[in-house]
Structure formats: C-alpha cells, structure tokens
C-alpha cells in the first residue's frame, strides 16, 4: 500500500533562493520532467523539439533529501526502473507553477544572492524579465516587499510521495513566519528528447566567463531571428598567453557570434585572450547558425551563472552548460554547484 | 562617412541620441565635410531638434568613401560631398545605451556605408543594397562589437525656418533652476500627458501658470501659478513686455534633460506669442537647437501691442461658451518645420551657406505656400500677393492632425471625432455647432495685421477656402466683422 511506502522523494533547504534561482533558468516551457536519483534532481524542458534545457541540482544542495525507490510492481504505470543500473523515478510538473509557489512570499526573486558577485545580480535579474519577455508570465517578478527580506531565509520542503501524488511544497517564510502548503499535480512523464551529444564529435569547446556571454546576448536585439557562431583554429603565430596575436585575417575570427534581423546585424569578435576566453579548442572552421530565440532563452540561466562551456559538435549541434556558484556555506565544494545544460540543434543552412 | 569616438565623447553623443529619440521616432543623419548633425522631429511636426558636432568633436571624421591606401588625396577638390540617412533612434539608442557600452568600451568607430559602394565590405556578407551605419565598439581585451543598422534614405529634409527679427527676446538660464521652477507644477506620468505652461516674461517677473486645455477639464486639476525674478535668469533681455508664451512640456523636459546632464545652459529665444520658441544649446564643438512651436494660451488678455496680430482675440469667450467640442482649446499653432525637398535644400545649402546662423535650415524661397520666415516690411506686399491664390484653393491647407499634439489627437478620436481626416469634415463638424465665424477679412486683405504663415492652423486661416463671401467686408475692423459674422450662426 502506498500509504505505507516512504515517500519516495523529501528534500527540504533553508533556503529556497538557490534551488529557484535554478529552476528559473530553464523555465522556458511549462512543462518540466523531474528525474530522482540518488546524487539528486534533473529538471529537463524542451521546447520546439530543438532546443532542450536540463538543470542539475545535487543532493547535497539539499539539507535532507531522502530518496525511496519506488517498490518494483508490475504495474506498467509506475514506471520502475529497476533494469537500469541506477534507480530513478521522474514525474512530470508544471514548472511556472512551482517557481510561482517557491515565490509565494516574493523572497525568491533575488535569486543566487549566494556566491560570486552577490552584488547587482539582483538588478540584473529583474532587467532580464523584462528583456526577454517570455510568453510564459512568470509570477518571479514580484519584487520582495521588504528588501530587507534576503536577510531572513524562506525555507521549503517539498515531498513527492508516489506517482499520482501531487507534489508538496511547505514554504516557511521565517521561523516564525507563515508557511503555505500547496500541492501541485504531477504527471506521467513523457518520453525525454535526447540529442546524443558526443563529446567525440566536438569541433569547438570554449570556456567562457559567463558575463562575457551574458553581455554578448543581451546585447543583441531582441528582434534578430538569427544566431550565428562562427570560429577558426588559432594561428600558430597567436600566442594564447600573451594574448597579443598578429592582425587577423577579419575573415577569419577566433570566435565571433553574428546576429541579424530586418533592422540591421551584430558582429562581435573575441580575441583569443586568457582575459577573455578561458579555454579554447577549435578543430576546424565553424559556422553554425541557430534561432536567436532560442538562444536567448539561456539568458536567464547565463546571467546566474559563474562559467559558461561552449561546444558544438560537426553536426553543429551547440551545448552550452552553465556553472552554477556553489550555495552558499558550501564554497569549498565544488563538488555540489549545480549546473544547466542547454542544447540546441543548428538550423539547416541550405534551408535558410 | 567615418568618424571615431573616444570614451569621453562617446557619452555626450549618447545624451544628444536619447533626447533626440525623445523628440521624434525618426533621426536624420547629415554629415558634411566640416560637421555632422542630428535632427528629428515629433510627430506632430510642432517640435524639432538638432545636435551639431564640428569636425573637432570626433577624434576622427571624413566625408566620403574611405581612402584606399595608395591612393592619391584628391577628395578635397571634389564638389561638396554630403551624406545623409535616416534611421529608427530607438534602434540607435539600444545600441549606444547598452549597459556594456559604457564600461567596456574604448573607441567607438562610425561610419555610413552606402549601399553601392559594395567592396568595402567585399568580405561581408552579400546584402549590400541597403545603406547601414557601422557602429564598432572597439572594447578592452580586444573584443571587436560591430553593430550594422539599417538606414533608410530620406525623401525630404525637415527644417524650422528661422526667423531674423530684431525684437527678438533672449533669456539664459541653467538647467537646474528650469527643473526648480518646474518641479512645482505637477506633471502626470502617463504618455498622454503633454503639459503646457503659460510663460509671461516681463520687465521684473517671470511668471509661470499651468494651462488648462479641455483635455483636463473635469479632472480636477491644480492651477498652479509660479512667479520669479528675472534675477534668476543669468542674462535677460526683453525686447517688449511681457511676452505670453504658451508650449508643451514633452520635448522641453527632454532639453532640459540633456543641458542637465551635460551642464550647459538654455539660451532661449521668443518674440511674440505665436512664433515658436527656439532654445540653444551649446557646448564644446557641439550645438544644439531646439524648437517647440509655441500655441495660443486661452484667456489671455493680449497686449495692444501685439493685437494687431490678433485680430481674433475678442471672441476668445464666445467660443467657449458655444463650442462642445472646444475649438478654443490651446492648439499649437504650426507646425514648426516644413518638408524641403532634397535638391532644394542642397542647393540652398551651398548657397547660403554662411549667410546666417543655422543657413541650411531655411526653406528655400522658391517653396510655394506660406512660409514660415517672418518678413522683413519691405516684402510684406509681395507676400500677401502670393497668399491670395491660395484662398482659392479647396484642398485643405493642413489637417486637423497637424495642429494637435499627437495626445490631443487621441482624445479627440477617443471623444468620437476621430473620423476627422480632412478639411471637409472639419467644416462639417464645425457648421453644426456655431464655428467662429468672426474671422476678420481684413486680416487677409491687410497683411501687416496677419502673420500670415503663423496663422495658417488659426481657425481665421482655416475658414480661407470659404470666406471669400467676406471680402467686401475688408475694410471693416475686426470688431465689426466679429459681430456681422456671428449673428446668423447663432440662431442655431
């Protein structure tokens, strides 16, 4: 009997920033799968069947996650997953709906107030709420009533009992505060989008600071339909430490990321500068273009984020992950910074 | 057309792009060879506004194609070379206002690439029919932004005409006691609102009342009334007293804003009533000139010295009383600017060159229809010549939609009038309700009495096409006209 069973998810944190500030960076469809394993949750959403976000949040973000694996059943609704070497459940739920719930006392919209660069990441948060403008009206822009809130923690413990359950999400504003329950309804989830990324077949792999790549998108126009990437292997002259390199062919740049629309175009031109790029591999010469729109749906998670790793594949299949700062208190552990990955497929030049 | 930017300079040429873009949608690009200026104008073509940066202001600037290594300088003997385009100012801003911009950049890099000139951009892409403006962002690190707008080539030139009176009235004052003295008058956020105060400027006294239009009747709103010393002006010159001007505060904010921001005061020019204001700004290498087209503030007695250019303020109350729809409602009284075509204003151009203070701004003369240059005496007959003819004329000499400022406009299709579109239904609407019939004949008979041009969106000039019945009537005064005029309408 399930009533008997062990939840099969509880996971509670002090501070529900953190975890929001994650789920927030792939809200871009409201429909999210939730993976549970034991190292902890995957938040996968895909959108278009091109462009597909997952957020890796790690058990020890969590004060307490406990997880049961449901017990095996022939029942084909449970969806065990007992054949596989690593016991997961996952469950489908609306996404918007539960940063909604996560901010119902507005303390979660100042997000990552958590590791590098605490200051003014607040600011930038709420300028990307506007600029990219989702068609998904997210209820995090409500702004905290008392600004000195962030001082206090809202604490969340969410439950999953089974499948069928809803989930439940206890927000404690303070200790001494008022607390919500909802339950929000979750759903057999559907069968997840994978485009095999293989790290054999990369042809770029660029580690960025993010604020390089987050001022490189917010630059460009909303109303540009078109990303472009293009790189090309440094010349052996170029000397990656001193970061002076010989004038460049300007057709040939080590990264540029090209943007256009019916308004005019962008061009923007990185220099092979440790200042700048952290790493740099490129195999051969790139140029795969992708929809911008698509790509600026990774702003929100770029802008949270400490590190960006940028890789294409010669299928010009793009992966971009975001590093997460680690929370804070756990600055040390590297180990537990959660990350988003995002992928998206090239559009088809000869279809353009 | 290349010019570059130091850091130091780009952030004044951002002020001068945002309060451009406060000005109107559209911003015109003119480069010449020895200055390159910025104008636009508001919808309702009542305010304009120009930026003017010398040479000097660019740490680099050259008309024309760039010089290909090698190649023998022979550019200077070539005819005058102007480029100009037009382009959308908020996409212009987006770029220049970006946050990045001003912490990152070292160098900004201008420049017009037109359309045909292709192989400059051999390596670029294709698409080169289109003129663009390059704006390079050259930043630290060595990350190249190079932004591609589309330009658009502009068909005609707006330009204010300039008036060269002699009375002409000259204050000065900085931009922070402006916004002091305007703070008290309460502005409401919205975008309809577009404010207008009622300056009088007197020998002693400057004094400011918020004009109530009909679009705030019932509102309940706040008559302020603020008086100052003309002390508080840095330099004061009135020609006669007082002088009664009336504008909108939309664009006037936007100057303010920019002197603000750049520390430079407001030299502001007027000399009656009904001529528009003209505000300079000027700084290092740079000029700007603002104009706002002033209007006609409700009940405000004129001075005798100045009614001979209004013969129709008699029935101010009238008017009042009998039209629902508020003809008398504070209209802006001009538009400001007139269309120049291109051709014209080159030649004009080259040939008036240092003629005047702002020379290429002045419609040529050969433009038919009234102009808005306040003549000398002398031509004064020969101009109320050319404004008969056009009495005769049925097409409408204007639409009502120039004359109200855009949030005006909107009320007025909002009040169900919006149907009017031309000179015609006007009329119509007008007839129905007691229009003003005291229009003087005398005023178009009698051109020292008539400002001719500054009349043109005055009810007076508006019933041109039909007061030919009147014209025996001209040698009366216009209080005579007034009531011979009015007593049949008002049976209705």
């Known amino acids: 009997m399930p009533t008997e069973q062990p939840p099969v998810l509880t996971a509670s944190v002090h501070d529900l920033r953190y975890v929001a500030a ?40 969590f004060d307490e996650f406990i997880y049961n694996p449901e017990t095996p059943t022939d029942d084909d609704f449970m969806r065990t997953t007992q054949d596989q070497e690593i016991e997961s459940s996952s469950f489908e739920m609306p996404l918007n709906t539960v940063l909604d719930c996560l901010n119902i006392f507005g303390t979660a919209a100042s997000s990552t107030g958590t590791g590098v660069g605490k200051k003014g990441w607040k600011k930038q948060n709420q300028d990307s709420d506007r600029e990219s403008g989702d068609e998904e009206a997210g209820g995090n822009r409500v702004e905290p009533l008392n600004p000195n809130a962030s001082e206090k923690h809202t604490g969340m413990r969410l439950t999953y009992m089974s499948p069928g359950y809803p989930l439940t999400l206890l927000i404690a504003e303070d200790v001494v505060g ?75 740049p080590i990264l540029r990321i090209k943007a256009g629309g019916n308004f005019g175009s962008t061009e923007m031109d990185y220099p ?48 971009l992950q975001f590093m997460m700062p680690p929370p804070k208190g756990k600055e040390n552990n590297a180990e537990s910074s959660a990350f988003i990955d995002f992928q998206c497929l090239a559009l088809d030049d000869e279809i353009i | 057309m290349q010019a570059a930017l130091d850091a130091s300079s780009l952030k004044p040429f951002t002020r001068a792009i945002s309060c451009l873009a406060r000005y109107g949608d559209e911003l015109t690009i003119c480069a010449y060879p020895d200055y390159f200026s910025l104008s636009a104008t508001n919808s309702a073509k009542s305010a304009y506004c120009r930026f003017k940066y010398e040479k000097e202001f660019f740490s680099r600037y050259r008309v024309g194609k760039p010089r290909r290594k090698g190649e023998v300088d022979e550019g200077d ?66 990350v190249v932004k190079t932004h591609r707008l589309v330009l658009s080539t502009p068909t005609t030139l707006m330009a204010p005409g300039v008036p060269d009176t002699p009375n002409q009235a000259r204050v000065n004052i900085g931009p922070t006691a402006l916004r002091n003295m305007l703070e008290h008058f309460p502005m409401n956020k919205g975008a309809k609102a577009d404010p207008q105060l009622i300056w009088s400027f007197d020998n002693e006294n400057v004094s400011l009342k918020t004009c109530e239009s009909s679009m705030d009747k019932g509102k309940g709103q706040i008559s302020t009334e603020l008086t100052i010393s003309a002390e508080e002006f840095d330099a004061y010159d009135i020609y006669t007293s007082p002088i009664i001007i009336a504008f909108h505060l939309r664009e006037f904010n936007a100057t303010i804003a920019y002197a603000d921001s750049m520390t430079l005061s407001l030299d502001m020019r007027f000399t009656d009533t009904l001529t528009p204001l003209f505000i300079d700004v000027e700084g290092d290498c740079t000029q700007g000139l603002f104009v706002i087209a002033t209007s006609q503030p409700p009940g405000v007695p004129i001075p005798t010295s100045q009614s001979s250019y209004r013969p129709m303020s008699s029935n101010k109350k009238r008017e009042r009383e009998e039209t629902p729809v508020d003809i008398n409602r504070p209209k802006r009284t001009m538009k400001i600017v007139q269309k120049v075509e291109i051709d014209a204003a080159d030649k004009n151009i080259s040939q008036s060159r240092h003629a005047s203070r702002v020379p290429w701004s002045m419609p040529p003369p050969s433009l038919p ?74 005023q178009v008979q009698n051109p020292p009495s008539s400002k001719q041009n500054q009349g043109r969106n005055d009810p007076a000039v508006e019933r041109n096409s039909e007061s030919t019945d009147f014209v025996d009537d001209m040698d009366f005064g216009p209080t005579q006209a007034t009531q011979r005029g009015f007593h049949p309408l008002f049976n209705d």
């Open chain 2, 77 to 142: 003997l070539e005819e005058i070379q102007m480029v100009k385009a037009q382009l959308l100012a908020k996409n212009l801003l987006s770029v220049l206002k970006h946050r990045t911009v001003e912490k990152a950049v070292e160098r900004c890099e201008l420049s017009i690439v037109e359309g045909s000139d292709s192989d400059a951009e051999s390596d670029e892409e294709t698409d080169s029919l289109e003129s663009k403006l390059v704006i390079r962002f050259l930043c630290k690190h060595g």
């Open chain 1, 22 to 61: 994650i789920l927030r960076g792939v809200n871009f469809h409201n429909r999210a799968t939730v993976t549970v394993t034991k190292q902890g949750l995957t938040v996968k959403v895909e959108e278009a069947r091109t462009i597909t976000a997952a957020a890796w949040i790690f058990a020890d973000i």
């Open chain 2, 369 to 442: 229809g009234p102009s808005s240059l306040r003549l000398p005496p002398a031509s004064v007959h020969q101009l109320s010549q050319r404004h008969i003819p056009l009495k005769r004329k049925e097409e409408p000499l204007f639409l009502p939609s120039s004359q109200l400022s855009a949030a005006e406009n909107k009320v007025l299709k909002e009040a169900g009038f919006g149907d009017i579109e031309t000179l015609e239904d006007l009329n119509a609407l007008l007839e129905g309700e007691g229009e003003e019939v005291e229009f003087p004949p005398s």
């Open chain 1, 272 to 319: 092979n500068d440790r200042d700048v790029l952290e790493s740099f591999e490129c195999m051969q010469s790139v140029s795969f273009s992708y929809r911008f729109s698509h790509i600026a749906k990774s702003l929100r998670a770029v802008q949270s984020s400490t590190k960006t790793s940028l890789r294409i594949d010669n299928d010009g299949l793009l992966s």
């Open chain 1, 178 to 252: 008022p607390t919500t329950t909802c339950e929000i309804s979750t759903y057999e989830p559907e069968p997840y989008l994978d485009f095999g990324f293989d790290p054999e077949k990369v042809v770029l792999r660029i580690i960025l600071k993010s604020s390089w790549f987050r001022d490189a998108l917010s630059e460009l126009d909303p109303s540009y339909d078109k990303l472009t990437f293009i790189s090309n292997p440094p010349e052996m002259s170029d000397n990656p430490m001193t970061g002076k390199s010989r004038r460049r062919n300007p057709t040939k």
